[in-house]
Each structure stands twice: as C-alpha cells, then as structure tokens.
C-alpha cells in the first residue's frame, strides 16, 4: 500500500510541473525525444532486430559454437549465455538486459543465468565511454583504458564468481535446427520497434523529473547534479563540466553515473526483462556496489593523472 502512494504520489507531483510549468516541461520532453530520436533509435534499433533475429533464427547457436571455445575461459557462461556477454560488452546498454530476456524467454539458458548476465553485462557501451564520457564531455581520450577497467572489471569479477557456482559440470548441447523466413524477420523489426519505442517513453518521464529538480532545487547545483546523475546518466555526466562540484570528484563521479546507469536505465531494463521476473532488489544492489568500485577506481585515477583539462 505504501508503494502505491509513492508511486501515485510522484505521478501527482509531475502532472502539477507539467500544468505549472508547461515551458520547461515541452522543452525537457524535447530533449529526451531528441536523444531517443537521433542518438538512441538510430544506434540501438539496428542492433535490436538483429540480435532478435539471431535468437529466434537459432543462427545464434553457429557462431556462439566458435566463440564459446574462447569466451569460457574468460567468462563461464553457457554456450548460449556467451551470446548474451558478448552482445551485452560490445552493444552495451540497454541492449546486454534484452538480450539475456530474450535467450530466457526462447528457454536457450537458465533465468539464474540470465539474471546474472543481465546485472553484469548491461553497461554503457565502450563507444558510448570513449566518445562521449571522455572525449566530448571530460575531454580525457588519455584515460579510456583505465576507465574501461574501472567500469568493466567488477561486474565482470563477479559474473564469473557467480557463473561458477552456478555452472553445471555437464552441459548438454542442444541441437541446431536454424532457420530464417519473413514471418521470424517480421517478429523481429516488431520487437526492436517496440522495444526502442518504450525506450523513448522512458527517457522522456525521466528527462521531465531532472527538469523538475533543477526548477525547484535550483539554489543548490551540486545535490543537484548528483541527483540528476542518479536519475538519468546522460544527463548527469553532462552537467559535470559546468558543475561547482570539487575537481578531484569529476571523473569518479563521471564513472560512478555511467556504471550505475541511473534510475532511468534501471526503469528501461525492468521493461525489457519484464516478463523474466528479474529480481529489481539484487540488479539494483549490485550496480550500486559496481559503481561505488568504479567510482573508488575512479579517484585513484584522478589522483594519479592529476587535473582536469579545464581546470
């Protein structure tokens, strides 16, 4: 019952911001739609009916059959599971949560399995932290290593531990009976549109709920930008240039924001595992403790590399 009112009384509190403040809303609205439309559409839609092709043609199982040799001894998935890390690394986020719901959905791995990638590999993609994060916004193309490892390495430490309890001693391997036709093609486009459009949905409620804190807490910027940070991470790194905020704290916070992913990511991520019934609680823990780690990484990098470009 209390998580009703909650839940009824922030949707109060937008309505009132919109009716109040219709301009800063229809502009916040036009960000988000604007982000969905020329930055998230584009690079995630193609991706998206792809890889649902490749899951639901079973095409997926000839080239994890090649792959998984390799990606076993870095991460003990299954074979099908290995689709899932490494969709989730090269695609990155929201793509990493999706895929894994749908290899549970086709019954292709476990849901613990499934749970597990999905908490660990639906990070913000490396194009996503090398172009915008430290090129465009921090201006650190020096730092991309160490920042890969400071995102990538603890939730790839704890995937493996956790795989490795979970892994059976013999896997059976499925047979392959791979096939595509227009009807799997026309349930892919479908899919990856009604994904994406969701998607577009989401960014736009939480573009509007960053908007509402920085009309009505305009007097303190740095509770601000943390919390804009914790509600949508796009967002939140941007403001981190122009913020009052300590100079030493910029690029952990930057790498604490990415890794987490924002409430807004984690709002995306249970629509697309919805009906997998992922734990909410564990997928929220764990990214926390991967971005506090990531953070911490984080300072002992600023410590060591010194300031700022524009400090």
């Known amino acids: 019952m209390k998580k009703n009112y909650l839940i009824l009384t922030v949707l109060l509190i937008l309505i009132f911001f919109i009716v109040t403040h219709p301009a800063v809303s229809m502009e916040a609205a036009g960000n988000g739609l604007l982000l969905w439309y020329q930055q998230i559409l584009p690079a995630l839609l193609p991706l998206a009916i792809l890889s649902n092709l490749m899951v639901y043609s079973n095409y997926m199982q000839i080239v994890t059959k090649y792959l998984y040799p390799i990606t ?3 991460v003990p998935t299954s074979q099908n599971g290995c689709f899932a890390f490494l969709g989730g690394m090269l695609f990155g986020f929201p793509m990493g949560s999706k895929i894994s719901a749908d290899l549970v959905s086709q019954r292709k791995i476990s849901k613990q399995e499934g749970e597990i990638l999905a908490i660990c590999f639906n990070q913000l993609s490396p194009v996503f932290v090398s172009g915008y994060l430290l090129t465009s916004i921090l201006q650190m193309p020096e730092r991309i290593l160490p920042s890969y490892a400071a995102l990538y390495l603890p939730p790839l430490i704890y995937a493996v531990w956790r795989l490795k309890k979970l892994r059976p001693k013999n896997e059976k391997k499925s047979a392959s009976d791979s096939h595509l036709d227009f009807g799997i093609i026309d349930a892919g486009i479908m899919n990856g549109f009604e994904s994406l459009t969701k998607l577009g949905g989401y960014i736009i409620l939480f573009s509007i709920f960053a908007a509402l804190l920085h009309t009505y807490n305009a007097a303190y910027p ?14 939140g790194i941007s403001y981190l240039q122009t913020s009052a905020l300590p100079e030493i704290s910029v690029y952990p916070l930057a790498l604490f924001f990415a890794s987490f992913g924002g409430l807004c990511g984690f709002a995306q991520t249970c629509s697309m595992t919805r009906e997998c019934h992922f734990s909410k609680i564990r997928y929220l823990a764990c990214r926390f403790c991967f971005a506090a780690a990531s953070g911490v990484m984080g300072l002992l990098g600023s410590l060591l590399f010194g300031k700022l470009p524009w400090g």
């Open 72 to 74: 076993r001894r870095l």
């Open 222 to 235: 740095i509770p601000n930008c943390i919390c804009t940070g914790l509600i949508e991470v796009t967002t």
